[in-house]
């Protein structure tokens, strides 16, 4: 049990599970306790062709990508992040990211009900985020999307990556190239604060369908903003209930019925989840999942 009134959990209350990512987010800024210096070293893998600042007094740019935590330290993850980067650099913004100066958004420990770790970190991040100068945010993180446009004040307008997609698409400072296989049949999954919570619904499919070749399906009755939740949002990356049938397992089911071989989503809360739910139901080599960025980065047409 969680006692909101004193905006605190008491350490007893807590699953042992999510004790360590609590006390972690509490002393390093991040769920997995890595030194702060490391937020950045994503970007030691980046392409040539990405042009990356880190913002600080002396360096500053227009746009700043805010990353967040899972992105900047999981593995699998640090691939969306490369991708998002791409993108933003493959449509000539001029961008930058926080760095080491950058604090996990604080989404999660809300939810949890831990408000005093939830404002300090809100803090630290705003003062960096003002300080650094900059005009917008982009993420690709529909939690720190969420953080940074209802639970913030005082900051620049924020954007979901899928929003920043679409904008220079139409502008025609993004192009991309026609998908060379064919055979695959997409499917978009609404991520929970994405789409239900901040009603981002249309922004995803009219990037990916600004793909040429693209085959795209709807998982009809079980979308939009009557879409099914991975069941990987929160602090469930560190805490597995038990349940029957796990969330995820049930959409990759509703995906496969529903005629798709690939399932985009935008958040990378999901993929965690969606890509453990394929090998859980036993649909390796029948179904995929893929990141939304990931997908868009790999059809940028680069030459001029």
């Known amino acids: 049990m969680v006692d909101l009134r004193r905006g605190m959990v008491d350490e007893g209350m807590v699953p042992q599970s999510l004790q360590k990512p609590m006390g972690a987010l509490e002393k390093r800024g991040n769920p997995w306790g890595k030194m702060e210096r490391k937020r950045a070293d994503w970007t030691k893998e980046l392409d040539e062709d990405v042009t990356l ?3 600080d007094k002396k360096t500053t740019a227009p746009t700043l990508y805010f990353v967040d ?12 992040a490369r991708s998002t980067a791409k993108i933003l650099s493959g449509a000539g913004i001029d961008f930058g990211i926080l760095g080491q100066a950058e604090k996990d958004s604080g989404h999660e420990v809300r939810r949890f009900g831990e408000e005093m770790l939830f404002q300090d970190l809100k803090d630290q991040n705003t003062d960096a985020i003002v300080n650094s100068g900059v005009e917008n945010i982009v993420t690709a993180d529909p939690h720190a999307f969420n953080a940074l446009t209802k639970d913030y004040t005082g900051l620049p307008p924020v954007e979901h ?7 220079n698409v139409n502008a025609g400072t993004l192009r991309l190239k026609p998908l060379e296989e064919t055979d695959k049949v997409y499917v978009y999954h609404d991520p ?14 009219a990037a990916l369908d600004a793909i040429p070749n693209l085959n795209r399906i709807e998982m009809e009755g079980n979308c939009g903003d009557r879409s099914f939740c991975c069941g990987g949002g929160g602090l469930m990356l ?56 990931e997908l868009i980065a790999g059809q940028i047409v680069t030459e001029t």
């Open 161 to 167: 990556i899928s929003q920043t997609i679409v904008k």
């Open 53 to 55: 600042k880190i913002l």
């Open 69 to 80: 935590s899972i992105s900047s330290f999981d593995d699998r993850m640090q691939k969306i």
């Open 192 to 205: 929970c604060y994405l789409g239900r919570h901040n009603s981002v619904y249309e922004d995803p499919r």
């Open 238 to 293: 560190f805490y597995e209930p038990e349940e029957e049938q796990r969330m995820g397992v049930l959409r990759v089911k509703m995906a496969k019925e529903a005629g798709a071989s690939v399932i985009v989503t935008a958040c990378p809360f999901c993929m965690v989840n969606i890509e453990d739910a394929i090998k859980v139901a036993g649909l390796e080599g029948e179904m995929e999942a893929i990141d939304l960025c």
